[in-house]
């Protein structure tokens, strides 16, 4: 049977009966297999009007994400060939994140089921369990998250008709929330500092505290990034973690994250030590000193792990009795200290890189309303100083 001009039905000239070739585009084929193009073949209808139901039938489901040609894989077996493909399409440290996901919570509890008995009762029973076993309303939220990129791409490869997690609920983003975080003040800030100035580590806490910079962000800061004459320094690559190893990323978390900084005086002198520190550790390595360009590294040159980065700063706040804050909270300590001291909202949003202004103004909202009061009163006292008459009534 041949296919008619226009993709319709055709008759068979032996048999009487009316039948079609259809074009169902890419996606699983009836033996499980990945093709760019899969052809449905339907024979032995009686009249051509049934053919054509059964044609426009299936030219709908591929409208709607509906037609279901391959096979009913399994949970685990589908999360697998889907992260397999991922790789070029996602950055390296999302993809292993999606997983250990997988690995540590959806396939002990899910693996085994079939694709298609997935719902969104079974979904809300897996965010429950995980809840109740201790994990956090974000982790749970991470969870959903890959379930549902994962079920989203299963409908586009035609192995279930919908995608279940759309009907599914999980923990809502304010019930998440975010980690509390502490912060320093510039007493605490200047202590730390002053007992690490000559330490090896003393430059990347300087650049951590006075930028606001994220930790990957400091430990992939390569020298033609940094112009110290001009003060100025240029983000443009991240180290992050992938699995047990730290990988380099040519770009940083957002275009946002792409960003100009100005360098302090201090913090200056501080890179200019650095500098110095570097060239006499190359010197003494010699040829065998790893030409990576990077700020910040380890003795012989190599890059540093962030993970040891992170020990190093835990020992020496322990040593100095310094009130516990994590080595991401120097980041929200800039963030306070540049706020209170009156630099603007949209100023702290860009060096810290953040996607927009609301975000910064959303994880800083407990700062606005003292910043709010003392504004009040500088501009009162600023009218006073100008000779505004004493409205008190006493």
Aim: glycine share 10%; proline share 5%.
């Amino acid at each position: 049977m041949q296919r008619s001009a226009n993709g319709g039905p055709k008759q068979d000239e032996t048999t009487g009966t009316w039948g079609f070739v259809f074009d169902a585009g890419p996606g699983y084929d009836t033996g499980g297999n990945w093709r760019q193009r899969r052809q449905v073949r339907r024979r032995g209808f009686p009249t051509r009007k049934a053919a054509r139901l059964e044609l426009d039938r299936l030219r709908h489901d591929v409208h709607t994400g509906g037609l279901t040609l391959g096979p009913d894989p399994t949970v685990a077996s589908w999360l697998t060939t889907w992260l397999d493909s991922l790789p070029g399409r996602l950055k390296p440290a999302t993809v292993d994140f999606y997983r250990r996901t997988a690995r540590l919570h959806i396939i002990p509890k899910v693996g085994d089921m079939r694709l298609s008995q997935v719902n969104a009762v079974v979904l809300n029973r897996l965010y429950s369990d995980k809840a109740t076993a201790g994990l956090s309303a974000a982790s749970v939220r991470h969870i959903h998250s890959v379930m549902s990129k994962s079920l989203g791409d299963a409908v586009k490869a035609g192995l279930i008709r919908v995608n279940p997690a759309t009907s599914a609920d999980p923990p809502s983003i304010k019930a998440s929330g975010r980690r509390p975080m502490s912060t320093w003040t510039g007493e605490q800030v200047a202590a730390f500092l002053n007992a690490e100035r000559d330490g090896r580590y003393g430059p990347l806490w300087t650049l951590l505290f006075l930028t606001g910079c994220r930790r990957g962000e400091s430990l992939g800061l390569q020298w033609d990034a940094v112009d110290l004459e001009a003060g100025q320094v240029s983000i443009r690559r991240s180290i992050v973690m992938v699995g047990a190893q730290p990988i380099e990323q040519e770009t940083v978390k957002t275009s946002r994250s792409r960003r100009s900084i100005r360098l302090q005086p201090e913090l200056v002198a501080s890179l200019k030590v650095q500098r110095k520190r570097q060239a006499a550790d190359r010197l003494r390595i010699g040829a065998g000193w790893p030409d990576t360009g990077l700020v910040f590294t380890l003795a012989d040159g190599s890059p540093l792990h962030p993970k040891h980065v992170s020990r190093e700063y835990d020992r020496r706040l322990k040593r100095m009795g310094l009130p516990k804050i994590r080595l991401h909270d120097a980041r929200h300590t800039y963030a306070v200290l540049a706020l209170e001291a009156g630099v603007p909202l949209e100023v702290v949003s860009a060096r810290l890189g953040h996607e927009s202004i609301a975000i910064t103004g959303d994880i800083y909202a407990h700062v606005v309303p003292r910043l709010e009061a003392h504004h009040a009163d500088a501009v009162s006292a600023l009218i006073v100083a100008a000779g505004w008459g004493d409205v008190t009534g006493t």
